[in-house]
């Protein structure tokens, strides 16, 4: 296992799926994932079917810093 930063990681994963941000709104102001959409988990299952289909859909809900 390697460690991988935090752009580093969004750029890979953006080739292969969608990354979805489920934190509350307060929450997501501390940090996220370059280029996620931020949905907060609370609203998930209204918006759900509004998501991009046609590749993994990649959820977090923590973005961890050094």
Known sequence: ???VGL???AAE???VAFVVGVRESD???AGHVPG???VPL???GAVVSDLPGG???V???AVLTA
Do not use: K, N, Q, Y
């Open 36 to 38: 996620a959409r931020s």
């Open 27 to 29: 929450e997501c102001m």
């Open 59 to 61: 959820s977090g809900t």
């Open 42 to 44: 609370s609203e998930l």
């Open 13 to 15: 994963i953006a080739h």
């Open 7 to 9: 752009d580093d990681f």
């Open 1 to 3: 296992m390697r460690d």
């Open 55 to 57: 590749r993994p859909l």
